[in-house]
Nanobody, 124 residues
Framework: QVQLVESGGGLVQTGGSLRLSCAAS????????MGWFRQAPGKERDFVAA????????AYADSVKGRFTISRDNVKNTVYLQMNSLKPEDTAVYYC?????????????????WGQGTQVTVSS
């Protein structure tokens, strides 16, 4: 059983930056692909970014390409989401998730474990 705990959310102005962290425990972190998703009030949970268990392979939603960067540290058992040039439409609860799939996954059913989420609010 993998436990995931997100941190780093908060309130930021348009154009600002935040770095989210997701600390994993209870499993072999390096064997899981990791993803970030977000959910705004009244909307579905949407894919943001994903990274394979090893190597540089990543995937991003079109809405965040060029602004967000996903990375991981398999020694610290942590995945990060660096968010730059934030916009009000980025406001949401951000969730990290872990998948045992060896392929980059962008849909929620592929993910086995989820964190509790961290709120990101971007003011205009």
């Amino acid at each position: 059983q993998v436990q995931l705990v997100e941190s780093g959310g908060g309130l930021v102005q348009t154009g600002g930056s935040l770095r989210l962290s997701c600390a994993a425990s209870g499993g072999t972190f390096s064997s899981y692909g990791m993803g970030w998703f977000r959910q705004a009030p009244g909307k579905e949970r949407d894919f943001v970014a994903a990274i394979r268990w090893s190597g540089p392979s990543t995937a991003y939603a079109d809405s965040v390409k060029g602004r967000f960067t996903i990375s991981r540290d398999n020694v610290k058992n942590t995945v990060y989401l660096q968010m730059n040039s934030l916009k009000p439409e980025d406001t949401a609860v951000y969730y990290c998730a872990a998948t045992s799939s060896g392929i980059l996954r962008t849909r929620t059913p592929w993910y086995d474990y989820w964190g509790q989420g961290t709120q990101v609010t971007v003011s205009s």
